[in-house]
């Protein structure tokens, strides 16, 4: 079964045709970059407007570079329908919802954080149940997955996400856009001892798991401030690999707490903030635990892994329906994701 994937939940515009699930045809990712990088972080306007040009731009490209036609080939649809910006998510579901009507095939709307956790699986046969980390711009997320459809949130971000941090850290010292990409290029030249930020303590009944930046990040903005101040010897390099041990070190501990509690030694991992490369390092060295990492290129946003979690859906039997709407937020998904 071959379907055709649409990604436009942010600022990728992105369109992919993957063949049952697992081996992907084409997958052509527009990044809008070069046009946020002036705001250093996404326009949502900018960002809507751009996926209006795109798109079918983006979709002729996937199709002809799979060499594949829509009407002949292509056997059903799958669109992210949230959480993303509202403008953007609307774009590519109204788009794939006209596209699917008019050539009669059948599609599905797919949730963007799940396609994150699906996009390792497109690579490797991965065995259930595991401890899925979901770490983006957005969310930050550590589930027991049984399933798919069987997901629980065991920890979260209380207050910004792990990708949030890092972007927002990297636009205070202007590292450089996207901020992640940019900060943890730096730390790869820094010392993460030069700085030392004390962890939150979030050990308490249910936040056990969860985890929270807003002190991290405001502490590695301030520390530079202080330094510079005071003329000591400092720079970029080690606020940045400074920052990020602690950011990656905070997730990592509450994920082998996790991993220890249930005795779920199988670890998957998915979304932007999943490409850091301290984080890939510190969980793939771990030897007591089996872990699955995206390949660079599926660990931001594209339309492979809306593709293959929507042909995993539609194997089981889930169609969407013309009313469908896109929702910027997942409601209630603190603990019950989704
Ligand atoms: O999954 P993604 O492409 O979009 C969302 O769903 O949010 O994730 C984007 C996030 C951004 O915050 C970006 O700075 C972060 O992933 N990111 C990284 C790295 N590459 C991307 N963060 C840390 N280290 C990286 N290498
Ligand atoms: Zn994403």
């Given at each position: 079964?071959?379907?055709?994937?649409?990604?436009?939940?942010?600022?990728?515009?992105?369109?992919?045709?993957?063949?049952?699930?697992?081996?992907?045809l084409s997958n052509i990712v527009a990044t809008q970059i070069e046009h946020h990088a002036p705001w250093n972080g996404v326009v949502p306007e900018i960002a809507s407007r751009l996926h209006v040009e795109w798109i079918d731009e983006v979709t002729s490209a996937a199709l002809s570079e799979a060499g594949v036609s829509l009407a002949d080939d292509i056997d059903a649809v799958a669109?992210?329908?949230?959480?993303?910006?509202i403008g953007s998510l609307l774009v590519g579901l109204s788009y794939a919802k006209g596209l699917a009507w008019s050539a009669g095939k059948p599609w599905v709307g797919v949730d963007h954080m799940m396609a994150h956790l699906y996009a390792p699986h497109l690579e490797y046969d991965i065995?259930?149940?595991?401890?899925?980390?979901?770490?983006?711009?957005?969310?930050?997320?550590?589930?027991?997955?049984?399933?798919?459809?069987?997901?629980?949130?065991?920890?979260?971000?209380?207050?910004?996400?792990?990708?949030?941090?890092?972007?927002?850290?990297?636009?205070?010292?202007?590292?450089?856009y996207p901020g992640g990409v940019y900060l943890d290029k730096l730390a790869e030249k820094g010392d993460p001892a030069a700085f030392s930020f004390t962890e939150p303590r979030l050990h308490k009944g249910n936040h056990r798991y969860?985890?929270?930046?807003s002190g991290l990040k405001t502490a590695a903005v301030n520390q530079l401030d202080q330094f510079r101040r005071e003329g000591a010897e400092s720079s970029l390099e080690n606020i940045a690999a400074s920052f990020r041990k602690a950011a990656i070190d905070m997730l990592v501990k509450k994920l082998k707490l996790a991993a220890a509690d249930t005795g779920?030694?199988?670890?998957?991992?998915?979304?932007?903030?999943?490409?850091?490369?301290?984080?890939?390092?510190?969980?793939?060295?771990?030897?007591?635990?089996?872990?699955?990492?995206?390949?660079?290129?599926?660990?931001?946003?594209?339309?492979?892994?809306?593709?293959?979690?929507?042909?995993?859906?539609?194997?089981?039997?889930?169609?969407?329906?013309?009313?469908?709407?896109?929702?910027?937020?997942?409601?209630?998904?603190?603990?019950?994701?989704?």
């Open positions: 079964m071959k379907v055709l994937g649409f990604e436009t939940s942010c600022d990728e515009c992105s369109v992919a045709v993957v063949e049952d699930g697992k081996e992907i669109v992210t329908s949230r959480p993303g910006l065995d259930y149940p595991y401890l899925g980390l979901i770490v983006s711009g957005g969310h930050t997320i550590i589930c027991k997955v049984e399933s798919m459809e069987d997901v629980t949130v065991l920890g979260t971000t209380i207050d910004d996400a792990c990708g949030e941090a890092f972007d927002k850290v990297a636009k205070f010292y202007n590292m450089g969860d985890v929270s930046y779920i030694r199988r670890v998957v991992a998915g979304g932007g903030v999943s490409a850091n490369r301290y984080l890939r390092k510190s969980i793939g060295d771990d030897e007591s635990l089996e872990s699955y990492f995206p390949s660079m290129q599926l660990c931001t946003d594209n339309g492979a892994m809306i593709a293959a979690l929507g042909y995993h859906r539609l194997m089981m039997g889930e169609r969407s329906h013309l009313d469908l709407n896109a929702s910027a937020r997942v409601s209630g998904f603190r603990r019950s994701y989704p």
